[in-house]
């Protein structure tokens, strides 16, 4: 339908890329909606021609420069800029209904049923299940809504210091009024979860929809081979399924890179797609799952050298090591043996 689409925000080149991804990713599954991205106005033009070519509307907004209510409101809550930029999304009045996506996060079938779902639908947080993930939701643009949202910014702030604070303070009764808006996680599957509850990831990952790369570290921090179809990256930021991060970067090397290399010409730019050399990082092997370099075999052996209390410490601060001790087949490994 013309009047609806999924909606995403770039505020620099890196998440430009990002939203490249995410928008090819809805396209390779023949989506039937619109596709609109929100851009910051530090995104490049050669990013911007990109965008355009994949997005059926590119539209840049700057909360500084956005009328009187959201300019005062910035004003009083600087804090929130980003998140104000965000909540530009209620302005697209022209659509009737749309899915918010952040450009993190990417597409892994069709996912038009969205639309089916009324505001504001959305999946639990891994981190806190009451509340819900501002990655992905499904809302109605409205001039008096956004106004509100605007109002509550100032009044409230953010309780996490960004949009999701602020989206679940507005909508405050997700938890509990209406089910129907409680999107299956699959909607919304963040690789922080796959390690957390293993059995479930197994049980259910394979008819994940959506994929979230949630977390410091994003798959355009890595540098991907095309070559091999390697991945390397710092050890302790590698907190992503391999699988999702390779599908990724297949995606990216093969659809987007190309198009980055029309837009710049002659002008250098940073792909991340690089020849692969051996070095002290992690390697991704598509077939093998994960692949050690030697430092990283050192740095597990300083892990089970590591006390419990240290470990849980690490756990609880996001931090777990999840290529050494807490891998994806270790874990596996030790469910395995209480499950016998």
């Given at each position: 339908m013309a009047d609806q689409a999924f909606v995403t925000l770039a505020t620099n080149d890196n998440y430009a890329r990002g939203a490249m991804v995410l928008g090819k990713s809805l396209r390779k599954h023949n989506t039937t909606k619109k596709l609109v991205a929100l851009i910051g106005p530090q995104v490049s033009e050669p990013s911007q021609s990109v965008l355009k070519r994949i997005y059926d509307e590119v539209r840049v907004v700057d909360v500084l420069d956005s009328g009187d209510t959201a300019h005062l409101a910035m004003m009083k809550r600087p804090e929130l800029g980003v998140t104000f930029t965000k909540l530009h999304c209620w302005t697209l009045t022209h659509y009737s209904k749309c899915v918010f996506m952040d450009a993190d996060t990417m597409v892994l079938s069709n996912i038009d049923e969205l639309f089916d779902r009324e505001e504001l639908s959305a999946a639990p947080d891994p981190g806190w299940p009451d509340c819900f993930n501002s990655g992905v939701f499904v809302f109605r643009p409205s001039v008096e809504t956004h106004g509100k949202l605007l109002q509550y910014c100032t009044e409230h702030g953010s309780f996490d210091g960004g949009d999701q604070g602020i989206l679940n303070g507005f909508f405050s009764n997700w938890a509990t009024a209406d089910i129907s808006k409680h999107l299956p996680f699959i909607y919304n599957l963040s690789s922080i979860a796959i390690y957390t509850y293993l059995p479930a990831f197994k049980q259910y990952g394979g008819n994940a929809k959506v994929v979230h790369f949630l977390g410091k570290t994003k798959p355009w921090d890595y540098t991907f081979d095309p070559k091999t179809k390697q991945i390397s990256g710092s050890e302790q930021d590698a907190a992503t399924h391999p699988t999702f991060l390779l599908n990724w970067w297949t995606l990216?090397?093969?659809?987007?890179?190309?198009?980055?290399?029309?837009?710049?010409?002659?002008?250098?730019?940073?792909?991340?797609?690089?020849?692969?050399?051996?070095?002290?990082?992690?390697?991704?092997?598509?077939?093998?799952?994960?692949?050690?370099?030697?430092?990283?075999h050192a740095q597990a052996s300083q892990s089970q050298q590591m006390s419990s209390e240290e470990r849980k410490q690490k756990w609880e601060q996001g931090q777990a090591d999840y290529l050494g001790m807490d891998s994806f087949d270790n874990i596996q490994r030790k469910l395995d043996t209480f499950l016998k």
């Open positions: 990216y090397s093969g659809d987007v890179v190309p198009m980055l290399h029309e837009e710049y010409g002659e002008q250098p730019f940073h792909s991340g797609c690089v020849e692969f050399q051996h070095s002290e990082t992690v390697t991704f092997e598509s077939e093998q799952g994960e692949s050690r370099s030697s430092h990283a």
